[in-house]
């Protein structure tokens, strides 16, 4: 009998190990199936880029294909003379044209409400978290990201957020879209001055936004926003600029608390229908900022930004009449970046505010984003 006992318990103990080890397994081979993937990206971008005597990348023999390329080459070097030209006491590039590097990137969204009788409520999304590799050549970059909250969340779906910027020495253009159907957390609730800190998971939310922004840079000589937040050119003595543009942006917020206990519902505004808050504007604003660079010593570059956005809003604000009113919102920027050599190390944070407010409520929302990277620049010619 006792025999038997022992037996029974150490089956119990292989199935056991042998359910983690399993576990193990499978993640394994998803992260294997990502590396295969980046592997063949990375292999075949150098298999185009790599030089030989019948094919070339090189400007000087791209020129020499004929007329047309002639012209074009001649273009895109009067180009890069006229919006990419800086003071090299300053700035000056980096010498390289193609580096490869590793990005972790992570970013969530926070909604504070602030409603009457001192009522507030905060809610804040999990982070979303990619690590992904990159190669480069000039202004051409292929990579590939593994969204890792999806993965190892289990969840079939996610959070989406899509960016793309262009920065030289004259002006920078970004463009940027964020969306959240999934869910988010109330963090904060209370009324009266007596809020507290609560876990309560929020699936009636369906917010998005996108926007795009171009600005000029009135001291484009001597300071380089793309080498604090791009690592594509060096700072080599600190300087600093400010700048004007435009922002167009609009805004779409969707939250339906009528799930909440009944207790929450109480606290919430009579006015609000059926529990329901939506907010739909497009937004037209004037962008001014400043940013500057602390260059330390030989390697190391700490970079800032900011940016109020003041402008005007129409849309809808939770009424069935559409309104003309003043439109705020905020970007924050802030770097540190290490070069030496052929080997550069970023972490870049932003924060984009925007506030929303009438006689009854006042409205904040944030999108806050992080990234980390590590690279390597080279020549192949």
Same mark, same amino acid.
């Given at each position: 009998?006792?025999?038997?006992?022992?037996?029974?318990?150490?089956?119990?103990? /292989?199935?056991? /190990?042998?359910?983690?080890?399993?576990?193990? #397994?499978?993640?394994?081979?998803?992260?294997?199936?990502?590396?295969?993937?980046?592997?063949?990206?990375?292999? !075949? %971008?150098?298999?185009?880029?790599?030089?030989?005597?019948?094919?070339?990348?090189?400007?000087?023999?791209?020129?020499?294909?004929?007329?047309?390329?002639?012209?074009?080459?001649?273009?895109?070097?009067?180009?890069?003379?006229?919006?990419?030209?800086? &003071?090299?006491?300053?700035?000056?590039?980096?010498?390289?044209?193609?580096?490869?590097?590793?990005?972790?990137?992570?970013?969530?969204?926070?909604?504070?409400?602030? !409603?009457?009788?001192?009522?507030?409520?905060?809610?804040?999304?999990?982070?979303?978290? @990619?690590?992904? #590799?990159?190669?480069?050549?000039?202004?051409?970059?292929?990579?590939? &990201? !593994?969204?890792?909250?999806?993965?190892?969340?289990?969840?079939?779906?996610?959070?989406?957020?899509?960016?793309?910027?262009?920065?030289?020495?004259?002006?920078? #253009?970004?463009?940027? +879209?964020?969306?959240?159907?999934?869910?988010?957390?109330?963090?904060?609730?209370?009324?009266?001055? +007596?809020?507290?800190?609560?876990?309560?998971?929020?699936?009636?939310?369906?917010?998005?936004?996108?926007?795009?922004?171009?600005?000029?840079?009135?001291?484009?000589?001597?300071?380089?926003?793309?080498?604090?937040?791009?690592?594509?050119?060096?700072?080599?003595?600190?300087?600093?600029?400010?700048? #004007?543009?435009?922002?167009?942006?609009?805004?779409?917020?969707?939250? &339906?608390? @009528?799930?909440?206990?009944?207790?929450?519902?109480? $606290?919430?505004?009579?006015?609000?229908? &059926?529990?329901? +808050?939506?907010?739909?504007?497009?937004? +037209?604003?004037?962008?001014?900022?400043?940013?500057?660079?602390?260059?330390?010593?030989?390697?190391?570059?700490?970079?800032?930004?900011?940016?109020?956005?003041?402008? /005007?809003?129409?849309?809808?604000?939770?009424?069935?009449?559409?309104?003309? @009113?003043?439109?705020?919102?905020?970007?924050?920027?802030?770097?540190?970046?290490?070069?030496?050599?052929?080997?550069? %190390?970023?972490?870049?944070?932003?924060?984009?505010?925007? /506030?929303?407010?009438?006689?009854?409520?006042? %409205?904040?929302?944030?999108?806050?984003?992080?990234?980390?990277?590590?690279?390597? $620049?080279?020549?192949?010619?």
């Amino acid at each position: 009998m006792p025999s038997t006992c022992r037996r029974l318990f150490f089956r119990k103990k /292989l199935l056991i /190990l042998h359910s983690h080890y399993s576990s193990i #397994a499978k993640i394994g081979i998803v992260l294997n199936r990502y590396l295969q993937k980046i592997t063949v990206i990375i292999v !075949l %971008f150098l298999s185009v880029a790599a030089p030989s005597k019948a094919i070339s990348l090189n400007l000087d023999s791209i020129a020499e294909w004929g007329k047309f390329p002639r012209f074009c080459i001649g273009v895109y070097r009067w180009g890069d003379r006229f919006f990419n030209s800086y &003071d090299s006491t300053y700035v000056h590039g980096t010498g390289y044209k193609f580096n490869v590097k590793l990005t972790t990137d992570s970013w969530f969204d926070f909604y504070n409400f602030t !409603l009457p009788e001192k009522t507030v409520m905060h809610m804040r999304s999990e982070p979303s978290t @990619s690590i992904g #590799a990159h190669l480069t050549y000039l202004a051409v970059s292929v990579g590939y &990201d !593994l969204n890792f909250s999806k993965l190892f969340g289990g969840s079939q779906r996610s959070r989406q957020r899509y960016n793309f910027g262009f920065n030289c020495s004259l002006f920078a #253009a970004e463009l940027s +879209y964020v969306s959240n159907d999934v869910g988010t957390k109330i963090t904060r609730f209370g009324t009266g001055g +007596y809020d507290y800190h609560i876990d309560y998971p929020f699936r009636g939310i369906n917010v998005s936004s996108w926007s795009l922004d171009t600005y000029y840079f009135f001291n484009h000589k001597r300071y380089s926003q793309a080498a604090a937040f791009n690592f594509s050119k060096v700072q080599r003595k600190s300087q600093g600029s400010f700048y #004007a543009g435009i922002s167009i942006y609009t805004q779409h917020f969707n939250f &339906d608390f @009528s799930e909440l206990p009944q207790q929450m519902l109480d $606290r919430l505004p009579q006015s609000w229908p &059926d529990y329901h +808050y939506n907010v739909k504007t497009h937004n +037209y604003a004037a962008r001014v900022g400043y940013g500057y660079n602390w260059a330390l010593g030989r390697h190391w570059l700490i970079g800032i930004t900011e940016s109020p956005v003041v402008g /005007l809003k129409k849309g809808f604000v939770n009424s069935t009449e559409e309104h003309l @009113s003043c439109s705020l919102y905020n970007r924050f920027g802030a770097s540190v970046v290490w070069n030496s050599g052929h080997w550069f %190390f970023g972490a870049v944070g932003k924060c984009d505010l925007g /506030l929303i407010y009438d006689k009854e409520h006042t %409205f904040a929302n944030a999108f806050i984003t992080g990234q980390m990277s590590v690279g390597y $620049r080279f020549n192949l010619w």
